[in-house]
């Protein structure tokens, strides 16, 4: 196994406080972003070291833990720490998915659902629940080879049972908990912008095509909202929405298109 020492990966120092760690990796996350280094192979690599050195750093009980044996194992430290503490026991509790979000918002970039699909496959779940004054997420990982030892691997029975626990003491109660939402971008022709009526788009997750209801003079940047074609939920709750975020063609790009579709036919 790689030797690394988390605070090298973070570029800073074994003193540093919860700020100065948060900015560090806030720095890194965007330098190193997959989508701002796409013809960078190692990108998606680094980025994954980069995660969980900050999920390691920015707990108070696992930086501990993780300092006790930098201080005892030095070098081996971080071999060590991988043998008792799964991908799960790493992330729970983090605010990447926050973090990613942030980004998101803020430049454009794909957010933590669609970059952690990249990175983890399905080996991971993110989940939403809101009730009486109450909501939140979070995201579980669901264990598997690399993910240490087999008495730390999360199956879906026990994460209903923390999550279940985590409702339970936010008294949000299991029944309001929902499946992830999920936002896509849907390309209108600007004829269908302005006149709205029924459109074909691809859903990428299902790999399906769904009739979409456009409503007339939708703008770019509007969102749609499909109810429940979302992610399902990890407990047999009802599945989160999907949201369309409308992107409208230039008018010159959509006549191009229209124009070959005639000679293709």
Request: charged share 30%; proline share 6%; net charge positive.
């Amino acid at each position: 196994m790689t030797q690394e020492d988390y605070y090298q990966v973070l570029g800073v120092g074994p003193d540093a406080g919860k700020r100065e760690i948060k900015e560090g990796y806030r720095k890194l996350a965007f330098r190193y972003h997959p989508d701002r280094n796409t013809d960078d192979p190692e990108a998606a690599e680094r980025m994954k070291r980069i995660n969980e050195a900050y999920a390691v750093l920015s707990d108070p009980s696992k930086k501990q833990a993780y300092d006790d044996l930098r201080r005892r194992f030095g070098a081996d430290a971080h071999g060590r720490f991988r043998q008792n503490y799964s991908e799960q026991d790493i992330f729970r509790g983090s605010d990447i998915n926050q973090i990613f979000e942030e980004m998101a918002r803020s430049f454009g970039l794909r957010g933590f659902d669609a970059i952690f699909k990249d990175f983890y496959g399905q080996g991971y779940q993110t989940f939403q629940f809101k009730g009486k004054g109450v909501r939140g997420g979070g995201f579980f990982f669901f264990g598997g080879p690399g993910t240490g030892p087999a008495s730390h691997r999360n199956t879906p029975g026990v994460l209903d049972g923390i999550v279940r626990r985590l409702l339970e003491k936010s008294g949000a109660g299991s029944g309001f908990m929902k499946g992830a939402d999920v936002e896509e971008t849907l390309v209108l022709p600007p004829e269908t912008a302005r006149d709205g009526g029924p459109y074909a788009y691809e859903h990428k997750r299902l790999g399906k095509k769904l009739v979409v209801r456009i409503p007339p003079g939708v703008r770019e940047g509007q969102r749609i909202r499909l109810s429940g074609m979302g992610r399902p939920s990890i407990i047999g709750s009802p599945p989160g929405d999907l949201y369309l975020k409308v992107r409208i063609q230039k008018p010159l790009l959509s006549r191009i298109k229209g124009f070959l579709a005639k000679l293709a036919s």
